[in-house]
């Protein structure tokens, strides 16, 4: 069977370790390597060396260059504990976004014909109406809740049935599985068998549209004739959508909250003012960049970089957060602050990667949290701030749990 990515990797601990005091800030190796060199070297515990990338006009350049390849499992990427696949071991066939061009090019032309302007309106009308839903069973239940597996976990993970297509009488158990694969405390077997759980269930979720087509995503794909993909590529396509959308958007609305409730009086404009709310999102990106050691890149040739020069062969992480705090760029950087506007961040990444799903994610976090706030007056913390359990052990950056309360 193909090697495949687990979903949620607890890789590389130190450069994700954060100084306590200040949970929104990036992880303080991040910051020293930022203070020594827009491109700088370190050594990991495994005893590989990397690039990291802070400064944010070598981020760009990176991300914009296809010099530097997204295969990192067919070529030795330092931060892995496994080799590099061999020149004839297979790998996932539809996973695009560990492609380089011309392969890439293909899927993702594929792909971006299916998100199209009317299936993205249809699916912000359902955004809002499983966000409310989700409300009304918080409220129902009572006046405290933890907003993780009552929240921010399960209105992407619905999202993303919306988009694929999944039957509500199947959406329990996929929602059990993919909570399962994002939970760092169910064992090493639990995760893979988790995985290997929802590769089963797209396999069945791809057959089923073979048969009956409908007008979601995952038919549109099955059914172009021209495309004609196989099983395989079909089963891969969605693991990755669900893989990207689902870790990423969930930690941004747990952590996006929390991050208000800790800013006071930005809650309070943003609650004042939905208006607000694209501006509000785009700030959030920034300021909590949650994808801290990525994106991950390996240079297939030697490369000139910020004064360095990245030999073939090297692994190179470029620092979403430290890139979103260049005070070249922001002024007062460190600050929150809901009223800047849009601006480019690197967020969602750049380049021919750059994020496939950035409308979806930005109408989840906008609904999401503007609904929160409307509709949970009073909400605060339930715990003492210190007490909140960071995801200081994983790539995606965000919180195990954020108990909360309302009026
Ligand atoms: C790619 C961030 C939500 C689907 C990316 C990349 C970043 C990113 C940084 C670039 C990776 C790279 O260059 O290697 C985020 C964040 C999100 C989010 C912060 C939430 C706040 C979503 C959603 C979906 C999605 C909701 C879809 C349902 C994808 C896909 C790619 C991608 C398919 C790969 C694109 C390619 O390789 O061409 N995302 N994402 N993402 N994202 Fe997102």
Redesign the pocket.
Not at 186 to 194: G, L, P, Y
Not at 383 to 398: N, Y
């Given at each position: 069977a193909p090697r495949t990515p687990t979903i949620s990797r607890p890789l590389p601990p130190e450069l994700l370790e954060r100084d306590l005091r200040c949970p929104f800030d990036p992880p303080a190796e991040l910051r020293r390597l930022h203070a020594e060199a827009p491109v700088a070297r370190t050594r990991l515990a495994n005893g590989n060396e990397v690039w990291v990338v802070t400064g944010y006009d070598e981020a760009r350049a990176v991300?914009a260059d296809t010099r530097f390849s997204?295969d990192s499992f067919r070529r030795a990427d330092a931060t892995r504990p496994e080799p590099p696949l061999g020149p004839d071991e297979p790998r996932g066939d539809g996973m695009?976004?560990f492609m380089d061009p011309p392969e890439?090019t293909r899927l993702?032309r594929l792909?971006i014909g299916q998100f199209t302007v009317r299936r993205m309106r249809a699916l912000e009308e359902r955004v809002r109406e499983i966000a409310t839903d989700l409300i009304t069973a918080m409220r129902d239940g009572g006046d405290r809740a933890d907003l993780v597996p009552s929240f921010s976990l399960p209105l992407?993970s619905l999202v993303?049935c919306e988009?694929l297509g999944v039957d509500y009488a199947d959406r329990a158990e996929f929602q059990d599985r993919t909570a399962v694969a994002l939970n760092l405390n169910a064992s090493d077997t639990e995760r893979a068998e988790a995985s290997a759980a929802i590769y089963r269930f797209m396999q069945g979720l791809v057959a089923q549209k073979r048969e009956h087509p409908a007008d979601d995503l995952l038919s549109g794909l099955v059914h172009d004739t021209e495309a004609a993909l196989t099983d395989r590529e079909l089963v891969d396509i969605a693991v990755?959508?669900l893989g990207?959308?689902h870790e990423?958007?969930a930690n941004?609305l747990a952590l996006g909250t929390y991050a208000l409730l800790e800013h006071p009086d930005q809650l309070a404009a943003l609650r004042d003012d939905p208006e607000l709310g694209d501006s509000a999102v785009e700030e959030l990106?920034r300021y909590l960049s949650?994808?801290h050691t990525?994106?991950?890149r390996v240079a297939t040739e030697d490369v000139e970089l910020g004064g360095v020069t990245v030999a073939a062969g090297d692994t190179v992480l470029v620092s979403?957060p430290e890139t979103n705090r260049d005070a070249g760029h922001w002024p007062e950087p460190e600050r929150l602050d809901l009223s800047r506007g849009r601006t480019p961040h690197l967020?969602?990444?750049h380049?021919?990667?750059?994020?496939?799903?950035?409308q979806?994610?930005r109408v989840?976090?906008k609904i999401g949290l503007t609904e929160l706030l409307a509709r949970l007056p009073g909400l605060r913390l339930d715990v003492p701030a210190a007490e909140v359990p960071l995801r200081t052990d994983m790539i995606v950056f965000g919180v195990h749990a954020l108990p909360v309360a309302w009026d």
């Amino acid at each position: 069977a193909p090697r495949t990515p687990t979903i949620s990797r607890p890789l590389p601990p130190e450069l994700l370790e954060r100084d306590l005091r200040c949970p929104f800030d990036p992880p303080a190796e991040l910051r020293r390597l930022h203070a020594e060199a827009p491109v700088a070297r370190t050594r990991l515990a495994n005893g590989n060396e990397v690039w990291v990338v802070t400064g944010y006009d070598e981020a760009r350049a990176v991300l914009a260059d296809t010099r530097f390849s997204s295969d990192s499992f067919r070529r030795a990427d330092a931060t892995r504990p496994e080799p590099p696949l061999g020149p004839d071991e297979p790998r996932g066939d539809g996973m695009f976004i560990f492609m380089d061009p011309p392969e890439h090019t293909r899927l993702r032309r594929l792909l971006i014909g299916q998100f199209t302007v009317r299936r993205m309106r249809a699916l912000e009308e359902r955004v809002r109406e499983i966000a409310t839903d989700l409300i009304t069973a918080m409220r129902d239940g009572g006046d405290r809740a933890d907003l993780v597996p009552s929240f921010s976990l399960p209105l992407p993970s619905l999202v993303i049935c919306e988009l694929l297509g999944v039957d509500y009488a199947d959406r329990a158990e996929f929602q059990d599985r993919t909570a399962v694969a994002l939970n760092l405390n169910a064992s090493d077997t639990e995760r893979a068998e988790a995985s290997a759980a929802i590769y089963r269930f797209m396999q069945g979720l791809v057959a089923q549209k073979r048969e009956h087509p409908a007008d979601d995503l995952l038919s549109g794909l099955v059914h172009d004739t021209e495309a004609a993909l196989t099983d395989r590529e079909l089963v891969d396509i969605a693991v990755t959508l669900l893989g990207a959308g689902h870790e990423t958007t969930a930690n941004m609305l747990a952590l996006g909250t929390y991050a208000l409730l800790e800013h006071p009086d930005q809650l309070a404009a943003l609650r004042d003012d939905p208006e607000l709310g694209d501006s509000a999102v785009e700030e959030l990106l920034r300021y909590l960049s949650i994808i801290h050691t990525g994106p991950k890149r390996v240079a297939t040739e030697d490369v000139e970089l910020g004064g360095v020069t990245v030999a073939a062969g090297d692994t190179v992480l470029v620092s979403v957060p430290e890139t979103n705090r260049d005070a070249g760029h922001w002024p007062e950087p460190e600050r929150l602050d809901l009223s800047r506007g849009r601006t480019p961040h690197l967020a969602f990444g750049h380049g021919v990667h750059q994020c496939l799903g950035q409308q979806l994610a930005r109408v989840e976090l906008k609904i999401g949290l503007t609904e929160l706030l409307a509709r949970l007056p009073g909400l605060r913390l339930d715990v003492p701030a210190a007490e909140v359990p960071l995801r200081t052990d994983m790539i995606v950056f965000g919180v195990h749990a954020l108990p909360v309360a309302w009026d």
